[in-house]
């Protein structure tokens, strides 16, 4: 079926207008065409990021019922969209690769300041949808996962999930030295400083103390610093950050958490050098085990090349 975008019709939403009664009757069907690879726009196969693209008069839009290899739902590929890095999207929930720079969610004290969650409000707009819900945060200067509901029953089984510490998150992180041994456990007892906004050593008698659970394992060694990789068990805010440091590890750029005695050696990073590389949940909907992986930004990997040189050069 062919379809010419009319003048009247200008300006309109791709999801919407084939929506139309005249067309495919429903929204739903509409976002599973398009899912499914069975709409062309000019000849242009269209993908979920372009459901809220405005139509322009004399364009045309062809449905493909019968398209070879669109009888199932395709697998979603991470792609970019309204100044997102978006790594996963259905009805359910969005997997979004935060850069560093930039809030997760905006705070009380700097609501001034556009976050991620304020993006992602955005970009949900577009598409005639409700404002995200937050399901978990990761810190400004901190790369990587992270992942939103969009409905008040996906933001429930996913918060469900993070609190029965169900879901696998798993950091890299750059530091000063090399923990030993190579590969353990770091287990801490944190209380978070609400004056100070800081995660701090917790006496075992301080009812407000609460268990901090790491697996660490050393990826690379390099002239000073190494690679490690990081299992959370649980989600304390600046866990990983906090822990490397007390272990005479802190991360390279830390700037709150290095303690006696300092590093020697500085190492020129503008950031903590910590990304969230890997996380693993349950879909909230489907109950199937989804995995996900955010490339390392630029400024981790000219960091990683940089010490692997000075390695190369010895």
């Not at 937050?134 to 992942?147: E, F, K, N, P, Y």
């Not at 007390?246 to 990304?275: K, T, W």
Request: aromatic share 8%.
């Amino acid at each position: 079926m062919h379809w010419q975008v009319s003048a009247k019709e200008e300006g309109s939403r791709l999801d919407k207008w084939l929506a139309a009664a005249e067309r495919l009757g429903s929204r739903s069907r509409a976002l599973a065409a398009i899912e499914r690879g069975k709409v062309l726009l000019d000849g242009v196969e269209q993908t979920v990021a372009d459901c809220g693209r405005r139509l322009r008069a004399g364009e045309t839009v062809r449905l493909w019922m019968d398209r070879p290899g669109t009888s199932k739902r395709r697998p979603f590929a991470p792609r970019r969209v309204s100044d997102l890095d978006v790594i996963y999207e259905d009805d359910a929930l969005l997997v979004i690769a935060k850069p560093a720079g930039l809030l997760a969610v905006s705070l009380q004290r700097k609501s001034y300041e556009t976050s991620l969650y304020d993006k992602v409000a955005d970009h949900l707009r577009s598409q005639g949808k409700r404002r995200p819900l937050v399901v978990h945060r990761i810190d400004r200067d901190t790369s990587g996962l992270v992942v939103f509901a969009k409905t008040p029953a996906a933001q429930t089984s996913l918060k469900e999930q993070f609190e029965k510490r169900q879901p696998e998150r798993i950091y890299w992180a750059v530091v000063y030295g090399s923990p030993a041994p190579d590969s353990g456990t770091w287990r801490d007892l944190l209380v978070w400083d609400r004056d100070h906004l800081v995660q701090k050593p917790a006496r075992a008698r301080d009812a407000r103390a609460k268990e901090a659970v790491s697996h660490y394992r050393v990826l690379e060694k390099y002239q000073g610093a190494s690679l490690i990789e990081v299992r959370l068990v649980t989600g304390k805010r600046n866990q990983i950050r906090i822990q490397a440091g007390l272990r005479g590890h802190p991360l390279v750029g830390e700037q709150m958490y290095v303690f006696e005695p300092a590093p020697r050696r500085q190492i020129d990073f503008a950031r903590q050098a910590l990304h969230a590389y890997r996380l693993s949940f349950r879909h909230p909907t489907t109950n199937k085990w989804l995995s996900f992986e955010a490339p390392l930004p630029d400024d981790f990997s000219s960091l990683l090349d940089r010490l692997r040189s000075s390695v190369r050069g010895r």
